[in-house]
T-cell receptor, first 116, second 113 residues
Framework: DQQVKQNSPSLSVQEGRISILNCDYT??????FLWYKKYPAEGPTFLIS?????DKNEDGRFTVFLNKSAKHLSLHIVPSQPGDSAVYFC???????????????FGKGTSLLVTP | DSGVTQTPKHLITATGQRVTLRCSPR?????VYWYQQSLDQGLQFLIQ???????AKGNILERFSAQQFPDLHSELNLSSLELGDSALYFC????????????FGPGTRLTVL
């Protein structure tokens, strides 16, 4: 049962434009969300996170938006660069330590291609 | 280089066998996480240890077990292997119990024939 869904397997964007990667979740207990980036033959790299008490978190060119009512989050990359070409994973977790700790649930990823 | 090391890089074995994957976290990190990435299931969280204690459990099969040792390295034991266990197994570490500063190792590719 996929509780975190990334419905776009791939996305192509021109260099300098905005990349928007989307993620939906079904479990209302999720209150902590993360994005990871993965290059081929390497492990994922943590990018940015957001807690449910916020609706936006920004780090340089990366911004994550959270819409709790829609159970939807998005990652914006502005401006996009060719080096951003990678697979991006969305992950979500409930943070109740008495329950399951940080048991991250991952989406299946979106492959981003930034063309020159 | 994330500072997380995993051995071996590749492992080829037969069904029914048992293997052990090893992970050394970054220096100073107390948490270790194990993940499985297969073609059809994406990245699945298996288990987390924090300072030697099990902290969180995901979709880990009963045939799989893990532990974290006093020197903080961790081992993932996979037994009675099946063809479907073929996957990339990642280890990650973080300083504390939260995964937001998590660093992943390069992975161990397990092939079960």
């Amino acid at each position: 049962d996929q509780q975190v869904k990334q419905n776009s397997p791939s996305l192509s964007v021109q260099e300098g434009r905005i990349s928007i990667l989307n993620c939906d979740y079904t479990n209302s207990m999720f209150d902590y969300f993360l994005w990871y980036k993965k290059y081929p033959a390497e492990g994922p790299t943590f990018l940015i996170s957001i807690s449910s008490i916020k609706d936006k978190n920004e780090d340089g060119r990366f911004t994550v938006f959270l819409n709790k009512s829609a159970k939807h989050l998005s990652l914006h990359i502005v401006p996009s660069q060719p080096g951003d070409s990678a697979v991006y994973f969305c992950a979500a977790s409930p943070t109740s330590l008495s329950n399951s700790g940080y048991a991250l649930n991952f989406g299946k990823g979106t492959s981003l291609l930034v063309t020159p | 280089d994330s500072g997380v090391t995993q051995t071996p890089k590749h492992l080829i074995t037969a069904t029914g066998q048992r293997v052990t994957l090893r992970c050394s976290p970054r220096s100073g990190d107390l948490s270790v996480y194990w993940y499985q990435q297969s073609l059809d299931q994406g990245l699945q969280f298996l288990i987390q240890y924090y300072n030697g204690e099990e902290r969180a459990k995901g979709n880990i099969l009963e045939r799989f077990s893990a532990q974290q040792f006093p020197d903080l390295h961790s081992e993932l034991n996979l037994s009675s292997l099946e063809l479907g266990d073929s996957a990339l197994y990642f280890c990650a570490s973080s300083p504390g119990p939260r995964p937001d500063t998590q660093y992943f190792g390069p992975g161990t590719r397990l092939t079960v024939l």
